[in-house]
T-cell receptor
């Protein structure tokens, strides 16, 4: 597509439920990044993929968070046993390579009630 | 570890005024990139500029200009003759130049409100 697409744009879930957030990067972009942005703060790095593999997952806050990119294109961020503190905007970005600027998607706003 | 500080949380100006956004960073890396992004109410982060640590030349693009001073670890951003459409949150960010991906460290952002 023309840009980075994230679905859903909004997600409300109950505490303890499982959620999946999807990111469709720009076609041909090999690098894909997930960030989390809490209200009033700057985005914080979660995980980076180069192709299919997670090259750096040092930003994942705990083992309830997991992300995959099985075919090197679409990525899914998975959150188990959601907590109210997980409420945030989850941003995805893609890049043609590691030495290029990112293009960000519009994000998924996750609200855990 | 890297750190980016944007001390101004919110700036309010009247249209046509100039506005300068401060950014101070900390890093132990000798080579790095600095960025500015704009986040309008729609939420998407829009890339404005990337500078590398080798190049301290100031840059101007239309009404935007950037002042990079390595000696003070600052990368300030000025909007000249502001317009209502400039209202947004602006983020400064930093990444070391490495082969294995460029994860960004963002500042907390500065909200700019331009009143007509």
């Amino acid at each position: 597509g023309a840009g980075v697409s994230q679905t859903p744009s909004n997600k409300v879930t109950e505490k303890g439920k499982y959620v999946e957030l999807r990111c469709d990067p720009i076609s041909g972009h090999t690098a894909l990044y997930w960030y989390r942005q809490s209200l009033g703060q700057g985005p914080e790095f979660l995980i980076y993929f180069q192709g299919t593999g997670a090259a750096d997952d040092s930003g994942l806050p705990n083992d309830r968070f997991f992300a995959v990119r099985p075919e090197g294109s679409v990525s899914t961020l998975k959150i188990q046993r959601t907590e109210r503190g997980d409420s945030a905007v989850y941003l995805c970005a893609s890049s043609p390579g590691t030495d290029y600027g990112y293009t960000f998607g519009s994000g998924t706003r996750l609200t855990v009630v | 570890a890297q750190k980016v500080t944007q001390a101004q949380t919110e700036i309010s100006v009247v249209e046509k005024e100039d506005v300068t956004l401060d950014c101070v960073y900390e890093t132990r890396d000798t080579t790095y990139y600095l960025f500015w992004y704009k986040q309008p109410p729609s939420g998407e982060l829009v890339f404005l500029i990337r500078r590398n640590s080798f190049d301290e030349q100031n840059e101007i693009s239309g009404r935007y200009s950037w002042n990079f001073q390595k000696s003070t670890s600052s990368f300030n951003f000025t909007i000249t003759a502001s317009q209502v459409v400039d209202s947004a949150v602006y983020f400064c960010a930093l990444t070391p130049i490495k082969a294995a991906g460029n994860k960004l460290t963002f500042g907390g952002g500065t909200r700019v409100l331009v009143k007509p």
